[in-house]
C-alpha cells in the first residue's frame, strides 16, 4: 500500500482591509507632519507617529514665515501620540530635543514599558534614543557622526529601527542604512550583547555591492538598508532585507532559519520595507509593507507565500505613495506611513475575523 502523502499546512484565509478616510482627526494648534517615517502601537493600542519636521516645504509651513504666507502650517513635534480614534494625546521631540536628536527621523518603537525608541538615518545619525512615553531622555546607544563598520560593537551606522524583547531586556537594532546587520545590546544599559549578518553569519566587509538584478542567486550579505527587525511570539526574528528583496528568519541567538523571498522582480529601493503580523495566536499572517510598489502584502508565516494584497500607488484614500512603515494594533488594524511626499499616516481596518 503507498504511503500517505505528507499533511501540508494549510494557508490562512487572507484577511480584509477596508480604508478609514476619517483617521487621524485633523491636527490640534495649526500642525502639519512632514515625511511620516515611522509607526508604532504600543499596549493600550495608541498609535505612535514619527515624523520630519524639516521636510515640510515652504509652502506647507506658511504660518511659520516672515512675513506668514499662509495661515497654514506650523510643523508638528516629531513624536505624535494618537488614541484608537485618531485623536493626539500628545507631542514632543525634534530638533533640540536632544542633543543627539537625528537629523533624519526614521523608526519608532513603544515596547511594553512605555518606553519610546526613535531612530535616525541622517548621515551623521548614527544613534538610537530611549525616552520616557512623555520625552524625558533615557538612554543612547552609540555616538553621533561615528560609525565604525558593520563589525564595531559599540557603534551604530544609521539605524533604521528596533525592537525590543523585555522577557530578556535586550534591544534588537536593523542597522541599517549604513551597515549591513542586526545588533543587540541590553536594552536597560545599552552594553552590546551581539550581532549578525544575513544567514547569521559575521558581515562582510562594508565594500559596495552590486546593483540587485531580477533572478539572481540569493546574496551572501544583506543589502543597504537593512530596514526593519520584528519579534514574532514564536521566538523568531524577521529581519527586512528591503533591496534584496526578501525577509530572513532567525532564532535570538541569530542562528538563521529561513528566508522569504518578496516579489523578487522589484528593482530600485526594493519590496520588503516593514514588517508586522496579524494578531491571532499563531501570528498566521505576515504584513509586508512595500514602498516601490506602494502596496501591503499579505503572506501565509508558515508558508512564506502570498495570499494577498492591499493598496495600490496614488494620492487617495487607501492608496500609497512610498508606504514606508506600518504596525497592526490588537484588533488586527493596520496602520501605515508614508515619506517622500506622501507624508501622511492610515488606518485600514481590519473587516474580516481574526483567525481562530
Not at 501565509?300 to 495600490?312: D, M, N, S, Y
Amino acid at each position: 500500500m503507498a504511503a500517505a502523502p505528507p499533511c501540508l499546512a494549510q494557508a490562512p484565509p487572507a484577511p480584509t482591509y477596508q480604508v478609514d478616510p476619517h483617521w487621524p482627526k485633523t491636527l490640534p494648534n495649526n500642525w502639519g507632519i512632514g515625511q511620516a517615517a515611522g509607526v508604532a502601537v504600543d499596549r493600550r493600542d495608541h498609535v505612535w507617529v514619527v515624523h520630519r519636521p524639516r521636510t515640510m516645504t515652504e509652502d506647507e509651513r506658511g504660518a511659520t514665515l516672515v512675513p506668514p504666507r499662509s495661515e497654514c502650517c506650523v510643523p508638528a513635534p516629531s513624536v505624535i501620540e494618537f488614541d484608537p480614534d485618531g485623536n493626539v494625546v500628545q507631542a514632543w521631540g525634534g530638533p533640540g530635543h536632544h542633543p543627539s536628536w537625528p537629523a533624519n527621523e526614521h523608526g519608532i518603537y513603544v515596547d511594553a514599558a512605555d518606553n519610546v525608541w526613535v531612530a535616525g538615518n541622517g548621515n551623521s545619525d548614527h544613534v538610537l534614543l530611549k525616552f520616557t512615553r512623555d520625552g524625558w531622555f533615557l538612554l543612547q546607544i552609540g555616538v553621533t557622526g561615528e560609525t565604525g563598520g558593520s563589525n564595531d560593537t559599540q557603534r551604530l551606522g544609521r539605524p533604521a529601527d528596533v525592537e525590543v524583547d523585555l522577557a530578556t531586556d535586550e534591544v534588537f537594532v536593523a542597522d541599517g542604512y549604513q551597515n549591513r546587520r542586526v545588533i543587540v545590546f541590553n536594552a536597560t544599559t545599552g552594553a552590546y550583547l551581539r550581532h549578525w549578518g544575513a544567514y547569521g553569519r559575521p558581515p562582510p566587509a562594508d565594500a559596495p555591492l552590486p546593483a540587485y538584478v531580477a533572478g539572481q542567486s540569493p546574496s551572501a550579505s544583506f543589502a543597504n538598508p537593512v530596514h526593519c527587525v520584528r519579534l514574532a511570539r514564536d521566538g523568531l526574528v524577521y529581519v527586512c532585507d528591503r533591496g534584496n528583496d526578501r525577509i530572513q528568519v532567525f532564532r535570538r541567538d541569530g542562528t538563521f532559519v529561513r528566508e522569504i523571498l518578496v516579489a523578487t522582480s522589484t528593482l530600485g529601493s526594493g519590496s520588503v520595507w516593514d514588517i508586522d503580523f496579524l494578531p491571532d495566536r499563531a501570528e498566521s499572517v505576515l504584513l509586508a509593507a512595500d514602498g516601490s510598489n506602494n502596496t501591503v502584502w499579505l503572506l501565509a508565516r508558515e508558508a512564506g507565500e502570498i495570499i494577498g494584497r492591499f493598496g495600490r500607488s496614488g494620492r487617495n484614500a487607501g492608496e500609497f505613495h512610498w508606504v514606508h512603515n506600518m504596525a497592526v494594533d490588537s484588533r488586527g488594524n493596520v496602520f501605515t506611513t508614508e515619506v517622500d511626499t506622501g507624508k501622511r499616516a492610515q488606518r485600514f481596518r481590519l473587516v474580516s475575523q481574526l483567525p481562530r
